[in-house]
């Protein structure tokens, strides 16, 4: 008897006297289809809200062209994703790049990334700004190809070849 009041007295000091707190649960006070749906919208904007990427704007902004036009045109009616950033190509041949980082109001743009030359319907230099480390590259002549689903731009000549895939979405100004 002794023992089995010891061990009850033990167990009531070890655990304390407070009662086991539950988890906060949702209630649903009405099923109205309206509400639910509210409830659903607000939950997925809060979630979504900071997912906000390039790829995300390419979703929304996409744009059917036609690759036969020539390349000046081509370069200047669109920006271009690359999944790492958008380029615009600016009529003053300088080319922008943008990031989105989490959401539309962290956009991250560089004015002058580059400068371009549209050298033939097939070719395009550019030159990087801002490196002035000898082991660098800076300075590419891109040979372009077209497909439905956007541009293939390549330089061979240096090692290993520099390729890009850019794909056509609203232009962003």
Same mark, same amino acid.
Not at 9 to 18: A, E, N, Q, V
Not at 110 to 136: C, L, M, P, S, W
Not at 142 to 163: F, I
């Given at each position: &008897?002794?023992?089995r009041?010891?061990?009850?007295?033990?167990?009531?000091?070890?655990?304390?006297?407070? =009662? @086991?707190k539950?988890? /906060?649960?949702?209630?649903?006070?009405?099923? /109205?289809?309206a509400e @639910?749906?509210?409830?659903?919208?607000?939950?997925q %904007?809060?979630?979504? *809200? /900071? /997912?906000?990427?390039n790829?995300? !704007?390419?979703e929304?902004?996409?744009?059917?062209?036609?690759?036969?036009?020539?390349? %000046?045109?081509l370069?200047?009616s669109y920006s271009?994703?690359n999944?790492?950033y958008?380029?615009t190509? *600016?009529?003053?041949? *300088?080319?922008?790049?943008? &990031?989105?980082?989490?959401?539309?109001?962290q956009?991250?743009?560089?004015?002058n990334? %580059?400068?371009?030359?549209v050298?033939?319907?097939?070719?395009?230099k !550019?030159?990087?700004?801002?490196?002035f480390?000898?082991? @660098?590259?800076?300075? !590419?002549?891109?040979?372009?190809k077209?497909s %439905?689903? =956007?541009?293939?731009?390549?330089?061979?000549? @240096?090692?290993p070849? !520099?390729? &890009?895939e850019?794909?056509?979405? *609203?232009?962003?100004d």
């Amino acid at each position: &008897m002794k023992r089995r009041l010891l061990i009850g007295l033990g167990m009531f000091f070890l655990t304390g006297c407070s =009662g @086991v707190k539950e988890p /906060d649960v949702i209630t649903v006070t009405s099923n /109205d289809p309206a509400e @639910v749906r509210k409830i659903i919208a607000e939950d997925q %904007a809060e979630s979504t *809200k /900071d /997912d906000y990427l390039n790829h995300t !704007y390419m979703e929304e902004n996409p744009v059917k062209f036609d690759p036969q036009q020539d390349l %000046a045109t081509l370069l200047l009616s669109y920006s271009w994703n690359n999944e790492s950033y958008i380029f615009t190509f *600016k009529p003053d041949s *300088k080319i922008r790049t943008t &990031m989105f980082r989490g959401s539309k109001e962290q956009r991250w743009d560089t004015e002058n990334f %580059a400068n371009y030359q549209v050298i033939d319907d097939t070719t395009v230099k !550019y030159h990087i700004n801002g490196n002035f480390r000898a082991n @660098v590259m800076n300075d !590419y002549t891109l040979t372009v190809k077209r497909s %439905a689903e =956007g541009l293939q731009l390549e330089d061979a000549t @240096v090692n290993p070849p !520099y390729r &890009m895939e850019l794909s056509p979405v *609203k232009r962003l100004d």
